[in-house]
């Protein structure tokens, strides 16, 4: 057992109301600035839609992640040969279309028009050409549009579903939507980092987070391609690959990330994980429908003595092994299996969990109070608006018991509490749900209380730092936020 530590999220599906704060927050700390127009480190999109960039899920497309090529992993876009080949041209690249032309406006016209019979407008102006623009996408241009024949109609994840399914999915009175809020997923296999041929992206050995090199990057590009999310970005003001840090300077001063500490929802629960890296490999290259599974299994148990002996072996400080302990992510993700990952078939083992959203209608009022439209848990879960198995293909990797069992629970909690608080239901309906879900009464109060009621410091358990722990003596940490950042960074060099 090689135990090591990882900074690991989930996000609540149910919880996030797409208001896109988060997208914000990130876009002002990190990317405003040329060369990053575009990029949205997070970005939060709908579905059933085809994101940013577009149809990213795509995999024939784009060619990112891992395949098992007789048996063993191998990356889907590059490798060494193939990478060679494509070193100048890679074909597999989103473009600038795939995103969107990035654009601002004329805001001076507002002020400087000459005096005229019609108000003036701030015109678009491309932020790559510089000249006046019509506005064609944008990074969440399918916002809210999950019942749209164009956007909705083309997503991905519809594929394995039947005609039936497909049909139901847009019919009016059914129609529905739910937000995917994305960051870097900090994989623990990431195919960015196997893809760069500069030895430019890493993952970091204390926590975890995958990040770029900028004083090494020679903008291949090949991460790009590498990653199947489409989380890392080219700056082409610096010529060098961009991603998601974390806000590894936030989280090194105590503080929760910037899109998590920003998010009206309360959607986000960020902690620690212990985990064992000798088993990376075996897991990542698992059959398809075991993939969700066999993740789950690779978390250890950070209470158990052997693992904390392995920890402390490994050089995992005991405050950190203690941050593991209380981790909310650890609770969501292995002791009530909550949480899933997105698209686990990428092999990419990331450490971003979701829980999925509850859809169904599962009940309605009636003169004798309320009650259920199905009969039991199980048919109003598989009755949901949204098919089972379209939430599958986006959290299961073909396993739809993995989805339904999270399904089950967070519908068993729902009724638990509505019984405690409401009193509607029909008497021993709620324990009846409690117990199809293998849900006890005290671990259904937990869930409500992380779910619902939890405080950020509940929420955001951002292990100590050794940075944080050395200045702490002799002064406050707070007041030395500024001491992080990028730090030194150095003008692109081509040699050729
Ligand atoms: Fe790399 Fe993409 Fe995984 Fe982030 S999500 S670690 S960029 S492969
Ligand atoms: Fe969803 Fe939170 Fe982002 Fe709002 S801030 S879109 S609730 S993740």
């Known amino acids: 057992m090689d135990v090591r530590a990882q900074i690991a999220s989930v996000f609540h599906l149910d919880k996030c109301i797409g208001c896109h704060t988060c997208s914000v927050a990130c876009k002002n700390l ?33 060619r990112g992640g891992w395949e098992l090529h007789n048996g063993r992993l191998r990356l889907r876009a590059t490798g060494k040969i193939r990478g060679l080949t494509n070193i100048f041209f890679n074909p597999t690249l989103p473009e600038l279309d795939d995103y969107y032309e990035p654009w601002s406006y004329r805001y001076g016209d507002l002020f400087d028009a000459p005096q005229g019979d019609v108000q003036p407008t701030a015109r678009p102006i491309s932020l790559v050409t510089g000249r006046p623009m019509d506005i064609e996408s944008g990074p969440n241009w399918d916002d809210d549009l999950g019942g749209s024949p164009v956007y909705a109609a083309n997503d991905p994840n519809l594929a394995g579903l039947n005609e039936e399914e497909r049909r139901s999915l847009f019919q009016l009175q059914r129609l529905h939507m739910f937000y995917i809020p994305r960051i870097c997923n900090h994989c623990l296999n990431p195919g960015c980092v196997a893809a760069c041929p500069s030895g430019a992206m890493y993952k970091r050995g204390e926590d975890g987070i995958v990040l770029v090199n900028q004083e090494k990057c020679r903008g291949w590009r090949f991460c790009v391609s590498g990653c199947p999310y489409k989380k890392v970005y080219y700056n082409w003001e610096t010529g060098k690959s961009e991603k998601c840090l974390l806000c590894y300077p936030r989280q090194e001063d105590g503080f929760a990330p910037a899109c998590f500490h920003s998010c009206v929802g309360r959607i986000r629960y960020l902690g620690l994980l212990l985990y064992d890296a ?8 698992a059959p398809e429908e075991m993939l969700v599974r066999l993740q789950r299994d690779l978390i250890l148990d950070p209470f158990s ?60 009022l009636g003169e004798d109070g309320y009650h259920l439209e199905a009969e039991e848990l199980f048919d109003a879960v598989e009755q949901a608006r949204v098919p089972i198995r379209y939430l599958t293909s986006l959290f299961g990797a073909g396993d739809q018991k993995v989805v339904t069992r999270a399904l089950l629970k967070l519908a068993a909690v729902r009724f638990h509490r509505r019984a405690a608080t409401v009193g509607d239901l029909r008497a021993g309906v709620a324990e009846k749900m409690l117990e199809q879900a293998a849900c006890s009464p005290t671990e259904a109060e937990a869930i409500f209380r992380l779910t619902s009621l939890a405080t950020a410091d509940e929420r955001h358990r951002v292990p100590p730092y050794q940075g ?19 730090g030194g960074r150095l003008p692109p060099r081509r040699g050729f």
Request: proline share 8%; hydrophobic share 35%; charged share 25%.
């Open 30 to 62: 990190w990317t405003d600035r040329r060369g990053a127009e575009y990029m949205w480190w997070n970005n939060v999109e709908t579905k059933p839609g085809t994101g940013y960039p577009t149809l990213w899920e795509d995999q024939q497309q784009y």
């Open 278 to 285: 000798s088993r990376v490999e075996e897991v990542a290259s």
């Open 305 to 364: 003595p052997e693992v904390i002996e392995g920890a402390r072996d490994n050089g995992i400080h005991d405050r950190w092994i203690e941050a593991a302990q209380g981790s909310p992510v650890y609770r969501l993700v292995k002791e009530w299996e909550l949480a899933l990952p997105l698209h686990a078939e990428f092999r990419t083992l990331p450490t971003l969990f979701y829980v999925p959203p509850l859809l169904p209608i599962m009940g309605m």
């Open 468 to 486: 944080e722990a050395i200045v702490e003596e002799t002064a406050d940490p707070h007041t030395r936020r500024g001491d992080a950042g990028f």
